[in-house]
């Protein structure tokens, strides 16, 4: 009898507080875009290195620009993105290029917040590519940034407020490092990044590249200027040692991270929206065998989905797990790991706060908390398997809390249960797990 209540009750919250359906739906595979990589050898420039000069030329051989190996490449590179027409390609061989960041890109309509870059990619559609990871690099000069002097290494965007972005862009094969330690590292800034794209645009892709040492992000797929980001993906990359998120993606729409890593952020990955999250159309945002051993954020998204995440926050200071506030969305066959050490919230394995509504199925969550959920959010959890000696289920926060938590067919061990007034708990065929003497 208590079961047939249970599975009553069940059911009925799940489709209750603002009619959404967690159930899982297998379509949302489809959501995955096949990643198709465009034939390079054939390009309209070519950047490369011959001897100890730098040399930009046309297809047909006419040569656009050179500059020594050893001096600052900005101008050239400059001069060789310039004459790519709009749609073409750039290919830029092997070798270490040193650019200094020249070139300042006003990022809000009355001119202001200025962002100064190697690389402006402005009004135009096209394809860079490279050699390979560590076959073609690109390296931010030393002495280039300061609080006073903001640089993303590479903006993508249109020329004015209200002027579209790409309809049609790559970046690949490359490596870009922000030489970290020879800027001035205060604290990053909201759009400091290698890659910096803004304004209304679609279909970017980003694959097998490795984004080093940056004072900011890694890459920034950013909502400033004309509008959102459509239809990206990012394929096959490693960002490492970015003094802010490794990903950012900001208010995208139907745009995907498959198969990246991030290592030694401060944020592994940033799935970030707006305060319109409740009236604008669904985002359809996901990231895929992702890796990190930062936090990752989840920021008023309205429909995200993480499957195959494998977030190890132990060796992070500050890191609260996965983070969700306002979001609504699945993590589905995800390993989340704290250090159940930290007896707070900094060792949880999640944080979901405010209004935020998630589905976790067949994941696996160790911390100090296992499922953390607090303020107004539903939380359900799946075929989970909770290791948490704080709480492997946990509503308790300094504040009021009206939050619910559903478990079903999942094993816990540790405590079991944290409940603070006003939240709910509600389980179905949970079993404590079961340890096999010495």
């Known amino acids: 009898m208590e079961r047939i209540i249970g599975l009553i009750l069940f059911a009925a919250l799940v489709n209750s507080?603002?009619?959404?359906?967690?159930?899982?739906?297998?379509?949302?595979?489809?959501?995955?875009?096949?990643?198709?990589?465009?034939e390079t050898e054939n390009s309209d420039v070519y950047v490369f290195q011959q001897g100890q000069s730098i040399i930009a030329e046309t297809a047909d051989g006419r040569q656009i620009a050179t500059s020594s190996i050893k001096s600052d490449a900005s101008g050239l590179f400059k001069?060789?993105?310039?004459?790519?027409?709009?749609?073409g390609s750039?290919?830029?061989?092997?070798?270490?290029?040193?650019?200094?960041?020249?070139?300042?890109?006003?990022?809000?309509?009355?001119?202001?917040?200025?962002?100064?870059?190697?690389?402006?990619?402005?009004?135009?559609?096209?394809?860079?590519?490279?050699?390979?990871?560590?076959?073609?690099?690109?390296?931010?000069a030393p002495n280039q940034r300061n609080l006073s002097r903001l640089v993303a290494m590479m903006i993508i965007r249109g020329s004015g407020p209200l002027s579209p972005g790409y309809s049609d862009f790559t970046v690949a094969n490359l490596t870009l490092d922000g030489n970290r330690a020879q800027q001035k590292d205060d604290q990053p800034q909201d759009g400091e990044a290698l890659i910096l794209a803004g304004s209304k645009r679609s279909n970017g892709k980003y694959y097998r590249l490795k984004l080093v040492n940056s004072h900011g992000s890694g890459i920034y797929l950013g909502n400033n200027g004309s509008g959102r980001e459509r239809d990206a993906v990012v394929f096959s990359v490693v960002a490492q040692n970015c003094g802010a998120e490794g990903f950012m993606l900001d208010t995208c729409?139907?745009?995907?991270?498959?198969?990246?890593?991030?290592?030694?952020?401060?944020?592994?990955?940033?799935?970030?929206?707006?305060?319109?999250?409740?009236?604008?159309?669904?985002?359809?945002?996901?990231?895929?065998?992702f890796q990190t051993d930062s936090q990752i954020t989840v920021w008023q998204v309205n429909d995200f989905t993480l499957s195959e995440i494998n977030m190890d926050c132990t060796p992070a200071t500050?890191?609260?797990?996965?983070?969700?506030?306002?979001?609504?969305?699945?993590?589905?066959?995800?390993?989340?790991?704290?250090?159940?050490?930290?007896?707070?919230?900094?060792?949880?394995?999640?944080?979901?706060?405010?209004?935020?509504?998630?589905?976790?199925?067949?994941?696996q969550l160790e911390g100090f908390f296992g499922i953390h959920a607090v303020g107004r959010s539903?939380?359900?959890?799946?075929?989970?398997?909770?290791?948490?000696?704080?709480?492997?289920?946990?509503?308790?926060?300094?504040?009021?809390?009206?939050?619910?938590?559903?478990?079903?067919?999942?094993?816990?061990?540790?405590?079991?249960v944290v409940l603070q007034a006003g939240a709910a708990f509600l389980e179905v065929e949970c079993v404590e797990e079961q340890t096999t003497p010495a």
């Open 318 to 363: 500050d890191a609260y797990g996965l983070v969700v506030r306002d979001g609504t969305g699945q993590v589905r066959r995800s390993v989340l790991k704290n250090d159940k050490a930290k007896t707070d919230s900094t060792g949880g394995a999640t944080y979901i706060y405010e209004s935020s509504r998630v589905l976790f199925d067949d994941c």
């Open 17 to 38: 507080a603002s009619g959404l359906d967690f159930r899982y739906n297998e379509t949302l595979d489809s959501r995955m875009p096949v990643i198709e990589f465009p």
């Open 253 to 289: 729409h139907n745009s995907h991270v498959l198969d990246c890593a991030a290592w030694h952020c401060r944020e592994g990955l940033c799935l970030h929206g707006n305060n319109d999250w409740k009236s604008r159309s669904k985002d359809q945002v996901s990231a895929t065998k």
């Open 79 to 87: 001069a060789a993105i310039d004459a790519v027409p709009d749609g």
């Open 378 to 416: 539903h939380v359900e959890a799946k075929n989970c398997r909770l290791v948490a000696p704080g709480g492997c289920f946990c509503t308790t926060d300094p504040n009021p809390v009206q939050s619910t938590i559903i478990a079903e067919n999942c094993v816990w061990s540790g405590k079991k």
């Open 90 to 140: 750039l290919n830029i061989g092997k070798g270490l290029y040193v650019l200094s960041a020249p070139y300042a890109v006003p990022l809000y309509p009355n001119g202001s917040n200025i962002l100064y870059c190697c690389i402006p990619v402005i009004d135009k559609s096209m394809h860079i590519y490279g050699a390979g990871v560590d076959e073609t690099i690109i390296q931010l």
